[in-house]
């Protein structure tokens, strides 16, 4: 049984899903940063959890061991909302959180409603404690973790940018390896595809959602015109 969201706050909150490397991370931590607000990128939890499973030689299907895991990570996470930074035990688990295996570990035991029911509390927490307001990003945020958010976005780009993005190859003049183009399609739709077709809190856009599609936009494009979408929406 999922807890519902809290009723009475007192921060601001924009949700973001959207799937693989549609640029929500660059995007919202930058637009924080301009507006004042704390970003709260909520793949590092899954990832986290995903990783420390592996450094302990855990199967990542094995509930009591990730439990076991996820309720220690939420007694001893430290989190630095201002640099995204992860420390775990003392341990900075920053360097080694983004890697493709750890998206692709991410992914899987995001699949487990277990783990995704005791991750709910720990992204409200980290949420709530946002002075003034909050972007929170994911694949369930408008629709599971905070229904009733202030405004909801689906972040999205073509198959084609999101990979480019990736490589980093998308500066003028640079030409994408083919090979390595479509392998990195290939690994992103799979894992839109296992994000977007499990049972409990799939990608999904939220009905009161408004679509935002990058596709055409720089980084500097994309983070006015979501500050722009923020202005219009909520009083900042
Ligand atoms: O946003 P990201 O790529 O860091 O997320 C890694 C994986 O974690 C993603 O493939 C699915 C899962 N995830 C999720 O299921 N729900 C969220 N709110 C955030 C991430």
Sequence with gaps: MIPSAPSSRTCKIVAVDGPAGSGKSSVCSEVCRQLG???????FLYRSIALIARQRNQRLDDNEALSGIINEFCEALQW?????AVGFHGQNLSPQLY??????DA???????????????LQRKLTLQSPVGAIVDGRDIGTVVFPDA??????????????LRRMGQLQEGQQPDPAELEAIKTSILQRDQQDAKRGTAPLIQAPDAIVFDTSDLDIKGSIDAMIQLIKTHIKV
């Design 99 to 104: 890697t493709d295996q750890a998206g692709k």
């Design 150 to 163: 202030d405004l909801k976005i689906f972040m999205t780009a073509s198959l084609e940018v999101r990979a």
């Design 37 to 43: 607000w704390t970003y709260v990128n909520t793949g």
């Design 107 to 121: 992914s899987s035991i995001a699949k487990n409603p277990l783990v995704r029911e005791l991750l709910l509390p």
């Design 80 to 84: 630095d909302p201002k640099t995204q």
